[in-house]
């Protein structure tokens, strides 16, 4: 029988790897050697703890992200350690209070690490299971806690030194790689977003389809920028320059996004507008083209600038230029003209952004630049989020302290240890429950291979340069698997349970009854939290799901009331990482046409909030009467009211009708208006009338979320 290609092909990972992949894999193996030879030459108690951290800290990315990975894992380790010891000393002789004292310090750093970003999350969970696993090994003679705690802590910091030691082998001119690198990533996010403008201004809905993808896309690199300062530190603020192309670019695709809509509602109704489209679209080419080639902005940040004064220039000419020789009736050019300007408008809002996305990515480009500039991204916090992770692993740690006060099992410490460490890590991920079954899937995986190599391989072994040759063939393999997204998870665990199980010690290897009482704590650790986590506040994607369209809603809900607004590129930013939740939820769905609606629903909401900001400074400005002003309130009130906990369909039709009659009371109005300033406005109010109206009337059913 002859097996086919495809059978091969979800191995590929082992018998092709990347370059990437083996070179991670080889200095990884090698801090693994390095720990585990200065920890045995320095007579350690317990040296399988300092190749652990090494395989904690591991991480098949930039060099950035390691080194703040690392950074943040020994703060947390300080942190839990100083924890730990005040713990133990208020409550030495108490064990009910000492248990729930743990166990709220690990939900407590859940909470935190679910309103954190990036590692400073790991840091948290670091502190609270480093607090545990010294709490626990110390339980059955509290005078030796300070010692185990020190002993704990020089462990992760020899293995994290161990490991950027050797990563610092291959890091060559690491502050000029870092910057070329982001320069690459920035430049080709902003190549991305001008071809999806361009093909937005032939209102070609495919390109405001793609333009969620670049979205997502930049939601990740505009994490990464954190991990990229860390690689360049000293070199300026390189790092809030690229922040704001990014931002700058957010806000391009969306208000590209907007004039496809505009131009697909009117486009047939104008007068003189077509003509400057192809000009804008044979700008943006070139301007790809000058991109790729690395050339100075000077020349085309000029020619931008005539086009936007072309803009300009159409848009007053509208107001006084005498057209009456194409008119047909006044009603039909006014109409016609009003349409003009509302594209060319919207065209002029675009190229403001690009020059703005230009300027910044002319700035970051420049190496020696050191300047003064900010640019801060807030982050979003999910409590909801952050208090049922907390909640999770209370309760998960409390049985399993109950569990072991009722049976008296003798290695109870560590199953409650690795619990504790399971359960804290677990709050990094959405899917607790995927996580978590990752994580049982890669300890069985551990205790299998640790069982071989501790049976049959480390008896016959007496040589440690040798041992470790034949520990390269399943360590390799894990670090290999770590570099493969879909197998990260289990190969992370893997790696560090099969360290812990072969038990490397001065004075000989652990015995077959050790070893299988330690194995029988890490596997019911895993088996304890899987059904804490299935049973607490089980994961459900479609509920999930629905939850986060509430989320999107009722910050709709809140832009239309609150007594505060936002800014724009907040809002963005908001709407943005809850959009890249509902992706990777929709990630494996086989039904594009719920996929669809989630991606043009997530945009529709963004448009929307957007175009209620602009309308609430409208109203909060003086420019326009109180009677446009009190169109504007009743719009802007009822969708408030309109906030998806009752969104039903005579609900959403009200709206999206009310905000039709507001844009034909404001078009009769524009048309006999004297005042050009209230012109100006009423034509804005208009405009983002527009998108709202067609944004709530495409995306009614992403809108109008059901009770159950």
């Known amino acids: 029988m002859v097996l086919s290609k495809s059978f091969f092909e979800p191995f590929r990972w082992l018998y092709a790897p990347q370059k990437t992949a083996i070179i991670f894999a080889f200095r990884t193996l090698l801090a693994t050697y390095i720990a585990l030879v200065i920890a045995l030459w320095m007579e350690m108690d317990s040296p399988r703890w300092a190749i652990m951290a090494v395989w904690i800290v591991a991480q098949n990315s930039s060099r950035g992200e390691v080194l703040s990975k690392a950074y943040w894992i020994i703060v947390g380790n300080i942190t839990g350690i100083i924890v730990a010891l005040c713990i133990m000393g208020s409550f030495p002789q108490q064990p009910l209070l000492f248990e729930l004292s743990v166990a709220l310090w690990v939900a407590f750093c859940c909470w935190v690490a679910s309103c954190t970003r990036n590692f400073r999350a790991l840091g948290m969970v670091m502190a609270g299971y480093s607090c545990a696993i010294v ?339 399943p360590l390799g393999i894990g670090a290999l698997a770590m570099c493969v997204p879909r197998l990260a998870p289990v190969a992370s665990t893997y790696t560090f349970f099969f360290c812990y199980m072969l038990g490397f010690a001065n004075e000989g290897r652990v015995d077959e009854i050790s070893f299988l009482n330690n194995a029988l704590a890490v596997l019911m650790s895993g088996v304890f939290a899987l059904a804490s986590y299935r049973l607490f506040f089980p994961y459900r994607a479609r509920k999930l799901r629905r939850q986060m369209r509430m989320k999107l809603l009722r910050g709709l809900h809140q832009l239309a009331q609150a007594s505060s607004l936002p800014l724009a590129r907040e809002w963005v930013g908001f709407v943005s990482e809850s959009f890249v939740v509902l992706m990777r939820q929709l990630n494996e769905d086989r039904n594009t046409t719920l996929v669809k609606t989630y991606r043009h629903g997530s945009m529709a909401v963004m448009l929307i909030g957007i175009n209620i900001i602009r309308l609430r400074h409208m109203v909060k400005h003086d420019i326009m009467t109180e009677d446009i002003k009190d169109i504007l309130r009743v719009v802007l009130r009822r969708i408030a009211a309109f906030d998806g906990r009752r969104a039903e369909y005579a609900q959403h039709a009200r709206t999206v009708m009310i905000a039709h009659r507001a844009i034909t009371r404001f078009r009769q109005r524009e048309a006999t208006e004297k005042n050009l300033a209230v012109r100006v406005e009423v034509s804005a109010a208009i405009s983002s009338l527009i998108l709202i109206a067609y944004a709530l009337d495409k995306n009614a059913s992403f809108l109008r979320i059901k009770k159950h």
């Open 135 to 473: 709490l626990f090994s110390s339980v059955s003679d509290p005078n030796d806690t300070f010692m185990i705690a020190m002993s704990r802590g020089s462990y992760f910091i020899l293995g994290i030194l161990a490991e950027n030691f050797t990563a610092r082998l291959f890091d060559l001119n690491l502050h000029h790689q870092a910057h070329k690198k982001l320069n690459e990533d920035l430049q080709n996010a902003v190549e991305e977003a001008i071809q999806s403008v361009s093909k937005m201004l032939d209102g070609d809905a495919w390109a405001v389809a793609q333009s969620d993808q670049l979205l997502s896309a930049m939601i990740g690199l505009n994490n990464n920028i954190e991990f990229r300062e860390q690689e360049m530190k000293g070199t300026g603020h390189t790092g809030d320059h690229a922040r704001a192309v990014l931002a700058s670019v957010s806000g391009l695709l969306v208000k590209a996004t907007g004039f496809s809509i505009h131009l697909k509602q009117i486009q047939t109704d104008v007068l003189n507008f077509h003509y400057i489209v192809p000009l804008t679209q044979n700008y943006l080419l070139k301007l790809r083209e000058q991109l790729k080639t690395g050339g100075s902005l000077s020349e085309t940040l000029r020619a931008l600038n005539a086009l936007r004064w072309e803009c300009r220039q159409r848009i007053a000419d509208s107001f006084y230029k005498n057209l009456e020789q194409y008119q047909t009736t006044s009603d039909d050019y006014a109409r016609r003209s009003l349409n003009d300007r509302i594209l060319y408008q919207s065209l002029r809002e675009i190229l403001a952004e690009l020059e703005v996305t230009l300027r910044e990515l002319s700035k970051s480009r420049d190496f020696n630049l050191h300047d003064k500039f900010r640019f801060e991204v807030k982050s979003n916090l999910d409590f909801k989020r952050a208090w049922r992770n907390a909640i999770r692993a209370f309760f998960a740690i409390a049985l399993g302290c109950f569990a072991w006060e009722v049976t008296g099992w003798d290695r109870g410490y560590l199953f409650l240890a690795f619990l504790c460490m399971g359960c804290a890590r677990f709050c990094l991920f959405e899917n607790a429950t995927l996580a978590c079954l990752g994580w049982f899937k890669g300890a069985c995986i551990a205790i299998i291979v640790g069982g071989f190599y501790n049976f049959i391989i480390m008896p016959a072994v007496s040589n440690l340069n040798f041992l470790f040759i034949l520990m390269v063939i």
